[in-house]
Each structure stands twice: as C-alpha cells, then as structure tokens.
C-alpha cells in the first residue's frame, strides 16, 4: 500500500507525521533503541559541558545521533526480513548481522569519538 506523498507543505506535514510513526514504534518494540535514547538522554548534557568549541559539541552530539539513525536502520532491515518470512534462511541471517555489525560499529564510535575530542 503505497503512501500518498503529495507536494508542498502538505508533504512536509504527512512526512513529519510518518516519521514521529516510526519513532514511536522503534521506541514501543525495540529494547535497544530504548536504551540507546537513555545513554543519548544521559550523555547529550554531557557532550554541552565537555565540548569546548561548537564544533566539538557538534562532533560529540553528532556520534550519539549516529547511533539512534543506525539503530533505526537496523530495526527497519529486521522488520523486512520477518515480514518476507520466519523460517531460517541463510540471506536473512546474513542481513540481520549486517545490520547488528553496523549498530555495534555506530556504537565503537562514539567513544572513539569522545576520547579523541576530550584527550585533545
């Protein structure tokens, strides 16, 4: 069923309203992007204090964002593959493991990233 995207503000609108849908849901059924939006909730006042110059803030605010987008792109690959079927086949493991490996590597960065901003 496709969406009716039209054009002009109206679009913007449906666009905001599709989004926030989708924020809702990863939120209400998927456990890891609850706890990614707590550490991001504890660490955003955190990454005000530490970063010195708006481009470190930006830096620091940019890789806890980095995390939450991937997150969401993950949740999305795993709710195709459900969707196509429930039975185990090798592309399907290979897709959901693609996508926990860029998770896990969304993750690797921000402390990277936050040490190298704050060690220098």
């Known amino acids: 069923m496709a969406k009716e995207s039209g054009t002009g503000i109206g679009r913007l609108v449906r666009a905001l309203g599709w989004s926030m849908s989708g924020l809702r849901t990863t939120f209400r059924k998927e456990e890891a992007f609850r706890q990614e939006l707590l550490s991001c909730i504890i660490l955003v006042p955190l990454a005000f204090y530490l970063g010195e110059t708006g481009m470190e803030k ?18 999305a ?15 399907a493991a290979h897709a959901k493991d693609m996508g926990s ?15 190298l901003v704050i060690l220098t």
Do not use: K
């Open 58 to 75: 930006a830096i620091l605010l940019g890789s806890l964002m980095l995390v939450l987008i991937v997150e969401l792109l993950n949740s």
């Open 77 to 91: 690959v795993e709710a195709v593959v459900d969707r196509v079927g429930t039975e185990e086949h090798e592309l």
């Open 101 to 115: 490996a860029a998770v896990f590597l969304s993750l690797l960065n921000v402390p990277i990233v936050w040490l």
